[in-house]
C-alpha cells in the first residue's frame, strides 16, 4: 500500500474558476496562468482542465512549446505567452517555429530581434514597467520600444502590457493605470494587457483585450480580505494524508524536534504523513489549522521531512487511518499559509513531486479516475 499522502485536484472547480474568470472579464481573452507547474497542481493537467481556454502563459520555453504542439490540433489560435520572454537567439527561434508569443521587456531583446531573421514573423507582448519596477521598459522609452517593435519585419503584432504591484492591496491599480495609460495613449489601435487575478476581480477598468488569471483559476482568493468562497471560487487542491501512529503523552512529554510542543497535561497526538519534503510549510508553528476526520485541529511542534504532529484532543475515535486533510475543502489554504506567515500561491507552488495526484471529476456523472499527467 502506497504511503497515506496524496493531492486531491478537483479538475471541475478549474474549469469552473476559469468560468467565473470569463463571465467577469467577458471582453477580454483569458489567458490563463499556468506558470510554475500550473501554481504546483500540473502543467498540462491544468491544460486538460480548461479544454476551451484563449491562451496560457508560462516562464519556461519547453512548456511553453509543448502547450503549443498541443494546441495544434484543437486550438491553434490558442496564445502562448512566455511571460520572461526568450533569453537567447535560439529561443527566439523557437517563439517563431512553434508560435509562441514572447513578451519582450528590454532593449537585448528588441535588438535581437532586429538582428535574427525568423522563419515567420511573431506575435510579441511589449511591456512597460508602471511602476513595479520588475520587468519591462521605463514609460518615458515605451514608445520608441513599441516604435521600434512596430518597424521589424520580425513582428506580426504587437499587444501593450503592464502588470499591478499592488491590485490585491488597498493601494490598488489607480497610479499604475495611469502612468499606463498615458504612455500607451500614442498607440491607441494596439490590443492591452494588464490584469493579474485580483485586478480582474476588483478593477473591471483594467481588463481590456486580455486578461493574466493565476490564482483565482484554483481556487484561491488574492486578497487578504476576503474569502474564495465569497468570490464565487472553488478550492482546487486538497492535501489529504492519514494518521500513521499515536502518541499518549503525559504532562511533561515533548513532542518532535527539538521538543518544541510540552503537553501541560495528558494528551493523544496523531502522527500524521506529510512533512516539509512534501511541500507542508516547516514554519508552520504550532496551532496551524487541519481538519482531522473534518473536525478543526492544530499542529503541534516541528514540521519533520516526512511527518508532522496533530492534537486528538477530544476525538477518542481518531487513530491510525483517520483522514487528515491538510488544506482544501472546509480549510481554505489561504488560512494555513497565513498560520505559516506565508501566502498560499507558496504553498501550492511548493507541492512535492513525490506527492500522488488524484484527479477528482466531482461534477461529472460518473466520476473517472485518472493517473497523473
Ligand atoms: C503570475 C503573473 C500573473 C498572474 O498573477 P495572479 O496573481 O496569480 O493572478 C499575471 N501576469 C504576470 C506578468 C504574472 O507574472
Known sequence: MPRPLQAVIDMAALASNHAKARALAPRSRVLATIKANGYGHG????????????????????????????????????????????????DLLVCSREGICPVVHDRAQVEMLEQTRLESPIDVFVKMNSGMNRLGFAPARFGAAVERLRGSSSVRSLTLMTHF???????????????????????????????????????????????????????????ADCTAASLGLRAVMSLEAEVIAVQSLSAGDRVGYAGVFRADAPMRVGIVACGYADGYPRHAPTGTPVLVDGRRSRTLGRVSMDMLAV?????????????VVLWGGALPVEEVAAAAGTIAYELLCALAPRVPVREAFPDAPTAPSVAAG
Open 165 to 223: 504591484a499592488a491590485a490585491d492591496e488597498e493601494e490598488g491599480v489607480a497610479a499604475q493605470l495611469e502612468v499606463f495609460e498615458t504612455h500607451a495613449a500614442p498607440f491607441g489601435g494596439l490590443r492591452r494587457s494588464l490584469a493579474n487575478s485580483a485586478a480582474l476581480l476588483r478593477y473591471p477598468q483594467t481588463h481590456a483585450d486580455c486578461v493574466r488569471p493565476g490564482i483565482m483559476l484554483y481556487g484561491v482568493s488574492p486578497f
Open 43 to 90: 502543467l498540462l493537467r491544468v491544460e486538460r482542465a480548461l479544454a476551451d481556454a484563449d491562451g496560457f502563459a508560462v516562464c519556461e520555453i519547453d512548456q511553453a512549446a509543448a502547450l503549443r504542439e498541443r494546441a495544434r490540433s484543437a486550438r491553434g489560435d490558442r496564445l502562448v505567452l512566455l511571460l520572461e520572454g526568450f533569453f537567447s537567439t535560439p
Open 311 to 323: 492534537d486528538l484532543t477530544g476525538m477518542p475515535e481518531a487513530g491510525v487511518g483517520t483522514p
